[in-house]
Nanobody
Framework: QVQLVESGGGLVQPGGSLRLSCVAS????????MNWYRQAPGKQRELVAI???????RYVDAVKGRFTISRDNAKNTVYLQMNSLKLEDTAVYYC????????????WGQGTQVTVSS
């Protein structure tokens, strides 16, 4: 049974920081590309950051220079360090695991709420 469990969300003031974690189980973590998505109220889910199985990293322009994605394969965990948070970063953040071997494998966590408010 595959599980992705996010944690670390919460309420923070503008300019503050949060660190999200996502612990995976039931998968061979090291072969998966690990991604963070977010969905704000009334908006579509958007890709925020990617870290591939080979540790290539990409970010959406809106978070470049503020967010850092990293992974620890020994702990089956992916992180998203979020600094200089803005009001528009408010969203539910989802962890996603994706791999394509013989078949496409795509798994989601339940999401963690991040609220940036003064």
């Amino acid at each position: 049974q595959v599980q992705l469990v996010e944690s670390g969300g919460g309420l923070v003031q503008p300019g503050g920081s949060l660190r999200l974690s996502c612990v995976a189980s039931g998968i061979t973590f090291s072969i998966y590309d690990m991604n963070w998505y977010r969905q704000a109220p009334g908006k579509q889910r958007e890709l925020v950051a990617i870290i591939t199985s080979g540790n290539s990293i990409r970010y959406v322009d809106a978070v470049k220079g503020r967010f850092t994605i990293s992974r620890d394969n020994a702990k089956n965990t992916v992180y998203l360090q979020m600094n200089s948070l803005k009001l528009e970063d408010t969203a539910v953040y989802y962890c996603n695991a994706y791999a394509y071997t013989n078949t496409r494998k795509n798994y989601w966590g339940q999401g963690t709420q991040v609220t940036v408010s003064s």
